[in-house]
């Protein structure tokens, strides 16, 4: 495609429940990253992704937070037992290469819960 | 933890007006980014500063990085309606952070 797609892009799920949020890649780029945007805050840097190997995971808040990228496209961040304060819009984008390559954010999915 | 200090906050003018949003930090760093985000959609990269000093323009805004390489602006000339969004600050290579941003409102 041409950009960046996330799906669902609105997610609710009752305290307790797991989610799942998908992250299509643009084609061919290499680096993929996942981001948790706050309501009024700028987006926070969760894991990072080349190709299938994560190599950063330093900002996934608790174990409950699991991402993979099992063919080095898509990415699934899975949050598990949610809880109220996971309520966020998580953003994934997608660079060409490694560091200091612009990325390619997607639209987000909005995840509240109840 | 929002290491990048933006203000104001929030931001709501006239169309035809001028207006500067400022990015501050305690802590030198390498380079830093400007990004506009629209609601409903992710973050999209304006421009990336790098020399200490250094002025970029971009149409209607013109970036500025400090020369201590610990602040910079974005400035924005005769802002338009479409103007209106979030504008944040990043620093990092591949691990951005963000600062919190500024809501800008031009009202036609």
């Known amino acids: 495609g041409a950009g960046v797609s996330q799906s669902p892009r609105y997610k609710v799920a009752k305290r307790g429940q797991d989610v799942a949020l998908r992250c299509d890649p643009i084609s061919g780029h290499v680096s993929l990253f996942w981001y948790q945007q706050a309501l009024g805050q700028g987006p926070e840097f969760l894991t990072y992704?080349?190709?299938?190997?994560?190599?950063?995971k330093s900002g996934l808040p608790s174990d409950r937070f699991f991402a993979e990228r099992p063919e080095g496209s898509v990415s699934t961040l899975k949050i598990q037992r949610t809880q109220q304060e996971d309520s966020a819009v998580y953003l994934c984008?997608?660079?060409?290469?490694?560091?200091?390559?612009?990325?390619?954010f997607g639209p987000g999915t909005r995840l509240t819960v109840l | 933890t929002q290491l990048l200090e933006q203000s104001p906050q929030f931001l709501s003018i006239q169309e035809g007006e001028n207006l500067t949003v400022y990015c501050n930090s305690s802590s030198v760093f390498s380079s830093l980014q400007w990004y506009r985000q629209e609601p409903g959609e992710g973050p999209v990269l304006l421009v990336t500063?790098?020399?200490?000093?250094e002025v970029k323009k971009l149409k209607r805004l013109t970036f500025q990085f400090g020369d201590a390489r610990k602040d910079s602006s974005l400035h924005i000339t005769a802002a338009q309606p479409g103007d209106t969004g979030l504008y944040l600050c990043a620093r990092g290579n591949y691990k951005l952070s963000f600062g919190a941003g500024t809501t800008v409102t031009v009202r036609a």
């Open positions: 984008a997608s660079s060409l290469a490694a560091a200091d390559y612009e990325q390619f």
């Open positions: 992704f080349q190709n299938e190997a994560q190599l950063d």
């Open positions: 500063v790098v020399t200490g000093g």
